[in-house]
C-alpha cells in the first residue's frame, strides 16, 4: 500500500494555496505555536471507480469538509465509510488514513497546519482523527479570507481562528458521537464536583463508570490534560482559594469540606500546588468587600 506523503493531484477549478505564509514571516508565524501550510477553497478531485484505499500518511495535520460530490474514508479502525457532503475529516500528522472521491468528483474547503499548538492539541484529544458532522455551513472560508490578507497580524489572526474552530470541533465531537464510557466520565466528573469531599480512588472512578483503570486514566489524560489524581487535587485547590477569598470560613472547616481530617495535610497540599501557604493567599486575594 502507498504510504507516501504527497497529496492526490487536483484539478485547478477551486482555489489552492500550498504557501499561504511568505517564506521569510514562516519562522516568525512558526514561533507563536501553529503555521498554516496550505488551504484549497472548493478544489475538485477525480473521484475513483474502486473504493479500495490507498492509505497516505501527512507530516503535518489536515482538517477537511467535503462540500460537493461524493466520497469514501477509510482508517484501520473503522474501515471505509461513505462521506456526505458537509462532513468532515481531521487528520493528524503521521495517521494512517485515506479520503477521496469515490465514481464522482470530491469537492473540498481544506487547511493544513503544523506547530507546537497543534502538536499538544493532538496530544490532549482536541484533535482526533476521524469523519465527522459538524454542519454544513463552510466555517474554513473566513480563515482562508484572513490568510488572503498577507499580514503578519492576519496570519496571527488566521492562527487564532483556527484554533478556536478547533475547540468548537472537538465539542461538537463529544456531544454529537458520546460513547457509552464517555457519557459515564462525564457523570463522573459531575459527580465529583458535587462532592468534593469525597476521596475517590482509580479503582472506584473506573467501578463507576464500568470501565477498566487504564482505559480511565487514558480518558481523563484525552478529556482533561492530566491524570484522574492531579485533576482531583486541581478542583479542590480551585474550590479551596474560592472559600479562602470569597468566605470567612475558618481554614479547618475549608479544608473538613474538601474531605481533608487533618488541616495540616490540607495546608501542605495547598502549599505545595498554589506555591503559597493558605493563610497568605487569604491575606493577599481576601475580597475586600467581606
Known sequence: MDKSTQIDRK???GEINPSPIPAELRPRILDSGLLIRSY?????SRGRETPEPVPRVFSYMVLTQMIGGRGL???AQSGSREIRPGQWICVTSHYESSYFGYQDSFIEDSISFLGGTATALATNGIIKNGLFDFGKERRLLP???KLRESTAAAFLEANAMLVSLLFEFHHAAREN??????TDFNRLLQEIKRNMGRWWTVGEMAEFCNISENYLRRIFHEHTGVSPKSYLDNLRMNRAAELLTGTRRSIPDIAKQLGYMDPYHFIRRFSQLMAIPPARYRKNFRDRYL
Open 73 to 75: 474514508y477509510w482508517n
Open 177 to 182: 458521537n458520546p460513547s457509552p464510557a464517555l
Open 143 to 145: 480563515i482562508i479570507h
Open 40 to 44: 484549497y477553497e472548493g478544489v475538485p
Open 11 to 13: 484539478n485547478k477549478q
